[in-house]
C-alpha cells in the first residue's frame, strides 16, 4: 500500500493461471554473484545461435491457404518456363537441319515457315509461364513478410520491460527492416528463379541425350572444369573480398579516430602525422584490392576458357559422330546447346541459392523470438484486477489547497513551467552581439568545468526575478585558444545549403587524375578491345561450324577440325586478355583510389574547425565519404572504362561483320535486336533480385516500429500496444499494396523478355529465309549475320545494368571533388607568412558572445572576459555576464 498527498489506494493484481509467481519474479530481479558469468554465456549462446539456420521449409511456417495456392501455381510457371529454353535449342535443331538438308528452296521455305511459327507458339507459352512464375513468387514472398513484420513487432511489444535491458533497440529494428528482407529473398522470386534453371537444366540433359547420348556424354567431361573453376572463383573471390575490406578497414578507422578528435589534432598541430598514418594504412589495402583485381581476372579468364573449349570439343567429335554415328548437323547443335544451357543454368543458379543460407539464418532467431513467451504478457486477459481506493475526498483539492504548502509538489511544478517560459522568452530577445565558435561540433577532448553560484530567490507566487551571477572555470593546457578569437559576421553555410547535390564532374578531370596510370589504362585498354570481339568471332566461328556439318565426307572432317582448333585458340586468348584486362584496370583504380583518398582526407584534416559543425559533416558520414565515394572512382575509371571499350568493341565488330556479310539480312535482324536487348536487361535485373526496394518502402512502418520500441516503457505505460500494431499496419497498408502491384508489373515484364526472345528469333529465320527464297543470301550468311549481332547485342544487355551504378558513381565522384575544391578558410597547412621563434605574452578576450553555429537563435555565452597570463598552466578566471536562469540551464 502506498500513500501520498493526493492518493490513498491499493491496486492488487491477482493472476488466475499464471506459470509465475511473483516471488519468482522478484528473485529474478535480485542481483547475484553470478551475473557476469551469466551474461558471458548469454552471449556465446547468442554467437553459437547466429550461425544455426532454420531448416528451409520452416520459411514458410506463416504462410496461408492463399500463399501455398500462389507457390503451386509459381512452381508449374516456373518448371514450364525452365523448358522452354531446351525445347528453344530442340526448334533451333530443326532449323538448321531444315537450312542445311534441303536443296530445294521451297521446301527450305515451307520447313523454316512452320518451324518460326512454332517458335512464335514458345513465345507466348513462355511469356505466359513467366508471368505466371515472378507474380506469383513475388506476391506470396510480399504477404508472408509483411505477415513476419506484424508478427513479430507484436511479439515484441507484448514482452515485459525488462526484456528490453537485454536487448538491444537497433537489433530488433534491424530485424525488421534488414533480417525480413533476407527470408524474403530466400522465399520469394529467387526461389522461382532456382526452379526454373533447374527445369532448363534437367529438361536440356534428357533432350540432350535423346539426341546425342554419345556426344553428350563425353561434352560432360568438359563442363565439370567449368563447374570446378567457377566453385573456386567464387570461394577466391570471397576470401579476397573480405581481406580487402579488413585491409580498408583499417584506413577508416584512422580515419575515424582523426576526425572524430579533429579539435585535439588540430590544437596540437597534429595534421602532418595524421596524413602519414592514414597514407600508410592505404598501401596494404591497395596491394590487397590488385590482388582481388588479378583474381578475378584469373578466374573469369578461366571459365570462358572451359566454355570455349567445351565448343571445341563439341565440333571436333560432332563430326566424327556425324561421320560415324549417323547424327545430324541439329542433332549435334541441339546437344551442345542443351549442355551449355544446363552449365549456365548451373552457375545463375547458384547465385540465387546463395540467398537461401542468410534467409535461413536470420529466420532462426527471428522466429525463435516471434515463438517467445514473456514473464508478464501485455496481451494476456486472463487475471483478475482489483482496485480499492481509500480517503477519495483527498484527491479532490482545490488549487489554493495545494498552493499553500511553498514547498510542496505542486507549487514546484508550478514555479518549473513559470521558469521554462521565462527562460524562453529571455532566450528570443538575446539574438544580438558578436559569435564566436568554441567547443561546438563532435567529440571533443576539450572540457569546461562550470562553478556556478547562483543568488536565487524564491516568492510565494512563483515569479522568477533576472539575478546577476558569476560563473569560475578552469581551462586545460592544449585548448585551442584561436577557436575563442572573435570571427567577422560571415553568412554560415545552412543545412540545406551543404545538402544541395555538388556540380557534375567533367570527364577530363578524373582523366588528369590518372594521368601517371596512362601506360596501364592503355594496356587494358587493348585487353577490353580484344575481349570485345571475342562474341563476334565467336559467332564466326560457331555459324562456319555449323555450315561444316552439312559438307561432303571431306570437307566435313577437314573443315570440322579447323573450327575446332579456332575454338580453342579463343578459349587460349581468354587466359591470357581477361586477366590483362583486369588487372591492369585494377592497378589504376586502385592508385587512383589511394590517391583520392590521400588527397581528401589531407583536405578535411586541414579545414576549419566550424566546417565540422554542419549536420552532414559529421565524422561518420566523412569517413563514408572517404571510403565509399572514394572506391567509387574505380567502378568510373576502372570497372566502366572498361566495359565502355568492350561494348564499343563488340559493338562495331558485330555490324562490321553483320553488314559485310549481307547488308540486307544484317538490316532486318538489327531492327529485331531491341528484343534482345530488353530480354538480356530484365534478366540480370531480376537475377540480381526483386525485393531489394522493400526496405525503402516500408521506411514510414518501420520509423512507427521504431519510435515504439525505443519509446517502449511509455508504450507499456500507457497500455498502447494494440493502438501501435494498428497504426504500424495502417502504414504498411500502402507499401504492401505497392509491393504487390510492382509484383504484377514485374511478371509482365519478366515474361515479355521470354516472348521477346523467341519472337526474335521466329522474325530473323522467317524473313531470312524470304531473302533466301529470292536468292538474295545464303544458308551460311543467314547464321553468320544472325550470330553477329545477337551476341553482340546480349553481350551489351547483360553488362548494361552496370550503368546505372557507373551513373551513382559519377555522383559520389562529385561529392568527392566537392570536397577537395573547397578552401579552407584557416589553413594550417599555409606555411607562407612570418614565422616568430619565440612567442610570449599574456591572452585577453573581452566582450565575447557565443552560440553554436547550429542553433544560432540559442545564446550561449555573452559579454566574456577572459584572461591567460604567460607562463601558467591553467588559470582562474570570472567569467562576469547578465544571462537568464533557462540560458545557464542550457550550458
Known amino acids: 500500500m502506498a500513500k501520498d498527498d493526493g ?16 516471488s519468482q519474479v522478484v528473485d529474478s530481479q535480485e542481483p547475484t554473484e553470478k551475473d557476469d558469468n551469466q551474461q558471458d554465456l548469454e552471449k556465446r549462446k547468442d554467437k553459437e545461435e547466429s550461425t544455426n539456420k532454420l531448416p528451409y521449409y520452416k520459411l514458410y511456417s506463416f504462410a496461408n491457404f492463399t500463399d501455398f495456392l500462389l507457390i503451386g501455381v509459381g512452381t508449374i510457371g516456373a518448371i514450364g518456363n525452365g523448358m522452354c529454353m531446351p525445347f528453344m535449342t530442340l526448334l533451333f535443331g530443326e532449323l538448321v537441319n531444315a537450312y542445311g538438308e534441303n536443296e530445294d528452296t521451297k521446301k527450305v521455305v515451307d520447313e523454316v515457315s512452320k518451324v518460326s511459327l512454332d517458335f512464335v507458339f514458345l513465345a507466348i507459352a513462355a511469356g505466359a509461364l513467366g508471368f505466371l512464375q515472378m507474380t506469383c513468387w ?7 513478410a509483411a505477415r513476419i513484420r506484424s508478427l513479430y513487432l507484436k511479439t515484441m511489444l507484448r514482452q515485459d520491460v525488462g526484456f528490453f535491458d537485454t536487448e538491444s533497440h537497433g537489433e530488433i529494428i534491424e530485424r525488421m527492416s534488414g533480417e525480413i528482407l533476407l527470408i524474403q529473398d530466400a522465399m520469394s522470386e529467387k526461389v522461382g528463379k532456382v526452379i526454373e534453371l533447374g527445369s532448363t537444366y534437367i529438361s536440356g540433359f534428357v533432350i540432350a541425350f535423346i539426341k546425342g547420348w554419345l556426344l553428350t556424354f563425353v561434352l560432360l567431361s568438359s563442363v565439370l572444369p567449368l563447374f570446378i573453376t567457377g566453385a573456386i572463383m567464387n570461394t577466391v573471390m570471397a576470401k579476397m573480398s573480405s581481406r580487402g575490406q579488413a585491409a580498408y578497414s583499417v584506413a577508416a578507422t584512422v580515419s575515424q579516430q582523426t576526425i572524430g578528435a579533429i579539435r585535439t589534432v588540430a590544437s596540437f598541430t597534429g595534421e602532418k602525422q595524421a596524413v602519414a598514418k592514414y597514407n600508410e594504412s592505404l598501401t596494404k589495402a591497395y596491394k590487397s584490392s590488385v590482388q582481388e583485381g588479378l583474381a578475378f581476372g584469373l578466374g573469369y579468364g578461366s571459365i570462358s576458357f572451359f566454355s570455349y573449349t567445351t565448343y571445341a570439343l563439341a565440333v571436333w567429335f560432332g563430326g566424327k559422330m556425324i561421320l560415324r554415328k549417323g547424327y545430324s548437323g541439329g542433332d549435334a547443335i541441339t546437344a551442345l546447346f542443351d549442355i551449355m544451357a544446363g552449365a549456365y543454368a548451373t552457375e545463375q543458379a547458384s547465385r540465387s541459392i546463395t540467398a537461401f543460407g542468410p534467409g535461413q539464418a536470420a529466420a532462426y532467431k527471428l522466429f525463435e523470438a516471434i515463438k517467445r513467451k514473456p514473464q508478464i504478457d501485455a496481451y494476456d486477459p486472463i487475471g483478475i484486477i482489483s482496485l480499492r481506493f481509500y480517503g477519495i475526498n483527498r484527491i479532490a483539492r482545490t488549487h489554493s489547497e495545494l498552493t499553500n504548502d511553498p514547498v510542496g509538489a505542486y507549487s514546484q511544478l508550478i514555479r518549473l513551467q513559470e521558469t521554462s517560459v521565462v527562460s524562453e522568452e529571455n532566450i528570443a530577445k538575446d539574438h544580438d552581439g558578436p559569435e564566436i565558435v568554441v567547443n561546438s561540433g563532435r567529440n571533443s577532448s576539450q572540457r569546461m568545468s562550470l562553478t556556478r553560484s547562483i543568488s536565487r530567490g524564491s516568492s510565494g507566487n512563483g515569479n522568477i526575478s533576472r539575478h546577476s551571477f558569476s560563473v569560475s572555470f578552469r581551462i586545460p593546457t592544449g585548448i585551442d585558444l584561436l577557436e575563442l578569437a572573435p570571427i567577422e559576421a560571415e553568412p554560415l553555410t545552412s543545412a540545406s545549403e551543404s545538402s544541395e547535390p555538388p556540380p557534375e564532374v567533367p570527364l577530363s578531370r578524373l582523366a588528369y587524375l590518372s594521368k601517371p596510370e596512362t601506360p596501364v589504362l592503355l ?29 561432303p565426307e571431306d570437307e566435313l572432317h577437314k573443315h570440322t577440325k579447323v573450327w575446332a582448333l579456332l575454338f580453342f585458340l579463343l578459349a587460349i586468348s581468354c587466359l591470357i586478355v581477361f586477366p590483362l584486362r583486369s588487372y591492369s584496370f585494377a592497378v589504376a583504380g586502385s592508385k587512383l583510389i589511394r590517391r583520392i583518398r590521400s588527397m581528401s582526407f589531407e583536405k578535411v584534416v586541414y579545414m576549419e574547425i566550424s566546417w565540422f559543425d554542419e549536420p552532414d559533416r559529421s565524422s561518420g558520414a566523412i569517413v563514408a565519404r572517404l571510403s565509399a565515394d572514394a572506391a567509387s ?35 532486318i535482324v538489327s531492327v529485331l535486336l531491341p528484343l534482345v536487348a530488353i530480354n538480356g536487361y530484365i534478366q540480370m535485373k531480376y537475377t540480381q533480385g526483386y525485393s531489394a526496394d522493400a526496405k525503402k518502402m516500408y521506411e514510414e512502418a518501420s520509423q512507427v516500429a521504431n519510435d515504439a520500441i525505443g519509446s517502449i516503457r511509455t508504450v507499456a505505460s500507457f497500455c498502447a500496444e494494440e493502438k501501435v500494431m494498428k497504426i504500424y499496419q495502417k502504414k504498411c497498408e500502402d507499401p504492401l499494396k505497392a ?24 522474325g530473323s529465320f522467317y524473313f531470312g529465309v524470304q531473302l533466301l527464297d529470292a536468292g538474295r543470301v545464303t544458308f551460311s550468311e543467314i547464321f553468320r549475320v544472325f550470330y553477329a549481332l545477337l551476341l553482340a547485342a546480349t553481350g551489351v544487355s547483360q553488362s548494361g545494368f552496370l550503368a546505372h551504378d557507373a551513373s551513382k558513381a559519377m555522383v559520389a565522384v562529385a561529392s568527392v571533388f566537392a570536397i577537395l575544391d573547397r578552401k579552407s578558410k584557416i589553413d594550417s597547412s599555409d ?8 612567442v610570449k605574452g599574456d591572452i585577453e578576450l573581452r566582450h565575447v558572445s557565443f552560440t553554436y553555429p547550429t542553433r544560432p537563435d540559442i545564446k550561449i555565452l555573452k559579454d ?16 562576469t555576464s547578465s544571462l537568464d536562469f533557462g540560458v545557464l540551464m542550457s550550458l
Open 633 to 667: 572512382f574505380r567502378r568510373v575509371v576502372g570497372d566502366a572504362l572498361g566495359l565502355l571499350v568492350q561494348n564499343i568493341a563488340t559493338i562495331v565488330a558485330g555490324l562490321v561483320i553483320a553488314f559485310e556479310t549481307n547488308w540486307e539480312m544484317a538490316l
Open 864 to 879: 566574456l572576459t577572459l584572461t591567460i597570463h604567460s607562463g601558467k598552466v591553467q588559470e582562474e578566471v570570472k567569467i
Open 523 to 551: 594496356l587494358g585498354t587493348i585487353a577490353a578491345v580484344l575481349i570485345g570481339l571475342q562474341l563476334p568471332v565467336f559467332g564466326i566461328l560457331l555459324s562456319g561450324a555449323i555450315k561444316s556439318f552439312f559438307e
Open 138 to 144: 513475388i506476391v506470396t514472398g510480399e504477404r508472408q
Open 7 to 22: 492518493f490513498d489506494g491499493e491496486i492488487i493484481t491477482e493472476p488466475v493461471a499464471a506459470s509465475t509467481s511473483l
Open 831 to 838: 606555411e607562407s607568412g612570418t614565422t616568430i621563434e619565440s
Open 739 to 762: 509491393s504487390i502491384r510492382q509484383g504484377l508489373a514485374g511478371g509482365v515484364a519478366f515474361g515479355l523478355s521470354f516472348c521477346f526472345l523467341f519472337l526474335f528469333y521466329a
